[in-house]
């Protein structure tokens, strides 16, 4: 029987723990780094401030709620960039089947690495030191036969640990583990499982699969297949984690016209989101870039809940964070204009309940009009602007 070869290696807190790493004072403390604002959410808390409640994606405010005493910080994603990259190259260095999952995680297949560098389990040793020592902050790992698996060990690891699952003890690990521990339930799902009595994998896995599938469809096929530990996705080569993607325009002379910059982020919120449909990712953060004469910048970002892909999405918050900006600044004339999204990964995007996937299919179906009769063969009403005039988009 083969030794498990699948291996997800995540940062722990890793926001947090760069953050330490030029506030050493305040290790041990709750620590959370987020954004701020009415729609501000958490994006990374330290163990101290989740054993109050404090988690990634909870809205800030109910953060402070929770844990009053802790340290919010703001997001510096230009410092954490660099310690991103760094890990992304060591994983690269044991094995070229490395598929990135965000800025701070990954899957890597080291099946054929075992000569140079050892097993599964030797291989997770090796990275958490170089991290340490390169880096100087911790790194969890889980080693499986699949990535799902590999993933909720990784989580059982957390912090500073490895937790391997041996050949053929999927299920058996999986089973009296949580069900919202299980990749693909969310909050709705956990609750409507928990309405038949299912709350660990294994209730999942003993349930009748017929059940489950005149319940939920196809995905009560996926859920029963997935809760006995059975994943059949490969690692995805790729070359690094995407870092961001945006559009900007510059202009002639400076526009001071709202509904001609809300057109243009339309139109750059269309062409992000093109991007991302072309490299199969999504994102989890909106940028916003203004600049005002001579060579005043300002940036202000947004990240949700889950991810945002459609163009719709990326322009709901793009709009928002200009409005907002846009006032505080006097609505004075721009210079430039800049959309753009950070924190790209591969998607795990999650139906809502009674969300259909007829937002995806229109997006489908302009860009394939785009890519064959061009970019301004189909546009949206909103990126027309009265008298929008020139400039220089």
Request: charged residues 25%.
């Amino acid at each position: 029987m083969s030794s498990p070869s699948v291996l997800h290696v995540d940062l722990d807190a890793f926001f947090v723990a760069m953050e330490l790493l030029r506030r050493p004072e305040l290790a041990g403390t709750p620590v959370v780094v987020g954004f701020d604002g009415p729609r501000g959410v958490v994006s990374t808390a330290s163990y101290e401030a989740r054993a109050f409640g404090v988690h990634s994606a909870l809205p800030t405010a109910q953060a402070k709620r929770r844990c009053p005493q802790a340290t919010y910080l703001p997001v510096d994603f230009s410092y954490y960039a660099p310690a991103s990259e760094r890990f992304h190259a060591i994983l690269r260095e044991f094995t070229p089947v490395c598929e990135a999952a965000g800025t701070d995680e990954a899957y890597l297949d080291v099946a054929g690495s075992g000569r140079l560098f050892g097993d599964g389990e030797a291989i997770a040793g090796m990275i958490r030191e170089r991290v340490r020592s390169e880096i100087g902050i911790t790194a969890s790992v889980g080693v499986a036969t699949n990535k799902l698996v590999a993933k909720v060990a990784s989580d059982a690891a957390k912090p500073d640990g490895v937790c391997v699952v041996a050949t053929g003890e999927e299920a058996a690990f999986l089973a009296p583990r949580p069900v919202r521990e299980l990749p693909m339930v969310g909050a709705k799902l956990e609750e409507r499982l928990a309405q038949l009595g299912l709350r660990t994998i294994g209730d999942v896995a003993r349930y009748p699969a017929a059940a489950l599938r005149e319940r939920f469809g196809r995905m009560g096929e996926e859920l029963h297949a997935r809760s006995q530990g059975r994943f059949e996705a490969p690692v995805l080569e790729h070359r690094g984690a995407a870092k961001s993607v945006s559009r900007e325009a510059t202009f002639g002379t400076d526009v001071g016209d709202r509904g001609r910059l809300r057109a243009i982020l339309r139109t750059q919120a269309e062409r992000v989101a093109r991007d991302l449909a072309r490299s199969g990712l999504a994102a989890r953060t909106v940028v916003l870039k203004l600049r005002f004469p001579p060579f005043e910048t300002l940036t202000r970002s947004w990240t949700g809940v889950g991810q945002v892909a459609l163009a719709d999405e990326i322009f709901e918050a793009g709009a928002e964070l200009f409005e907002r900006a846009w006032r505080e600044e006097g609505e004075r004339p721009v210079r430039l204009i800049g959309l753009g999204v950070m924190n790209i990964g591969q998607p795990a995007r999650q139906l809502k309940l009674g969300e259909t996937f007829e937002a995806d299919r229109l997006a489908d179906t302009v860009n394939t009009l785009r890519d064959r009769f061009g970019e301004d063969s189909v546009r949206r009403a909103t990126e027309i602007a009265p008298d929008r005039g020139k400039g220089g988009e």
